[in-house]
Each structure stands twice: as structure tokens, then as C-alpha cells.
């Protein structure tokens, strides 16, 4: 069983739906990241998260520490957001632990 | 203007050849890493570097070997490629947790 689990595996969407991807983990962690991975191959870096919550733009990323849960939404989902969602939990020893992956497919 | 930068962006190549990966980034950043990305696209860590320093080596067989010259480079030498070395190979670096990202090497050995 790997130590970050990433749920669902895929997702499709019609724009404008409000989508959610969740993240459990199973070690102690320092942050908990949320990276998108485009169609190109490029991945970037959406939040880095210790506690409470995140926001930019129409992306919101919550954490419950206790729970050792995390969930990525996004609100009035687009084409455009369509990629991979990866969770990446920075472990105790600083390296980070990535889970599967959540590919998205918002449809016009 | 590229933060993380990875040279080639692809590399195709025969079993038993060796060959190089470039990283560089511009951020000033002291840690930098090498990420492998399987054929189902999950990525795994491979190595750590701070500020020059071996800091993570992740059970990599030891045809790998990173090399960095200075702070602003991480290079990774592949010995004798093997079939299951195909992959994508990401560079990144981090200052206060947060990682910035090479766009990748797409290596395929044949």
C-alpha cells in the first residue's frame, strides 16, 4: 500500500462543476503539496499546505493533520484545468512522497 | 528566464550506452533533487543535493550517479542504460519547502 493515497484515480467533469480530489497519507509529514501536471509533461506547484486551508483563484486546498487528510476543489472547473492533480506529502526525513495521481478531464 | 532548466528534453538510446542528464536552475536555491516518472506516471525521488551535498540517495542502483559542480547544478550520469531506465527524469529545487520543477527528460532506451 503506498503511503499517499489519491482518490478518485480519474474524474470527468462538465465545466462548471465543482470538483474535489482527495488525498490520505500514512506517515508524519512537515507540508503536504498539491502539483498539476499538464498534458505538456510540466509540473507545477499549486499549494504547500501545513494546516487549515488554501486559496488561489478558483483552486481551494483543505488539510486535517489529525485525519492526515487533505482535499484539493476546484470551483467552476474548466477546460483548461484539465491535467493530472498530484498529492506529495514532504516526510519528516524532507524527502517528498508522491501519490498516483489524479487525472481530470473537464469536458465543455 | 527559465528557472529549472533540463537538457536534452528527450533522449533515445541504445541498452548498454551511457549517457547524461543536465539540470540548472537560476533560483539561487540550495537544495536541488532528481525525480523519476514511470511509464504510469508515478514519480518517486531519486536523489537530494544541499547546497553541493549528498543528502537523499533513494535505493538507486549505482549506475546512477549525480554530480554537482555548484550550487546551481545537479547533473545525473546513467551507466550502461537499461530497458527499465526508460522514464522521465525531473530536476527540481526548493528553497523553504516549496519545489520548483524542470520541464522534464524523456529518456527511452531501446
Known amino acids: 500500500k503506498n503511503e499517499v493515497e489519491q482518490s478518485p484515480q480519474n474524474l470527468t467533469a462538465q465545466e462548471g462543476e465543482f470538483i474535489t480530489i482527495n488525498c490520505s497519507y500514512s506517515?508524519?509529514?512537515?507540508?503536504l503539496h498539491w502539483l498539476q501536471q499538464h498534458p505538456g509533461g510540466g509540473i507545477v506547484s499549486l499549494f504547500m499546505?501545513?494546516?487549515g486551508k488554501k486559496k488561489h483563484g478558483r483552486l481551494i486546498a483543505t488539510i486535517n493533520i489529525q485525519e492526515k487528510h487533505s482535499s484539493l476543489h476546484i470551483t467552476a472547473s474548466h477546460p483548461r484545468d484539465s491535467a493530472v492533480y498530484i498529492c506529495?506529502?514532504?516526510?519528516?526525513?524532507?524527502?517528498?512522497?508522491f501519490g498516483t495521481g489524479t487525472r481530470l478531464q473537464v469536458f465543455p | 528566464d527559465t528557472a529549472v532548466s533540463q537538457t536534452p528534453k528527450y533522449l533515445v538510446t541504445q541498452m548498454g550506452n551511457d549517457k547524461s542528464i543536465k539540470c540548472e536552475q537560476n533560483?539561487?536555491?540550495?537544495?536541488m533533487y532528481w525525480y523519476k516518472q514511470d511509464s504510469k506516471k508515478f514519480l518517486k525521488i531519486m536523489f537530494s543535493?544541499?547546497?553541493?551535498?549528498?543528502?537523499i540517495n533513494e535505493t538507486v542502483p549505482n549506475r546512477f550517479s549525480p554530480k554537482s559542480p555548484d550550487k546551481a547544478h545537479l547533473n545525473l550520469h546513467i551507466n550502461s542504460l537499461e530497458l527499465g531506465d526508460s522514464a522521465v527524469y525531473f530536476c527540481?529545487?526548493?528553497?523553504?519547502?516549496?519545489?520548483?520543477f524542470g520541464p522534464g527528460t524523456r529518456l527511452t532506451v531501446l
Open positions: 533560483l539561487g536555491h540550495d537544495t
Open positions: 506517515v508524519g509529514i512537515s507540508a
Open positions: 506529495a506529502v514532504r516526510h519528516n526525513t524532507d524527502k517528498l512522497i
Open positions: 527540481a529545487s526548493s528553497q523553504d519547502l516549496v519545489e520548483f
Open positions: 543535493y544541499n547546497n553541493k551535498e549528498l543528502i
Open positions: 499546505l501545513s494546516s
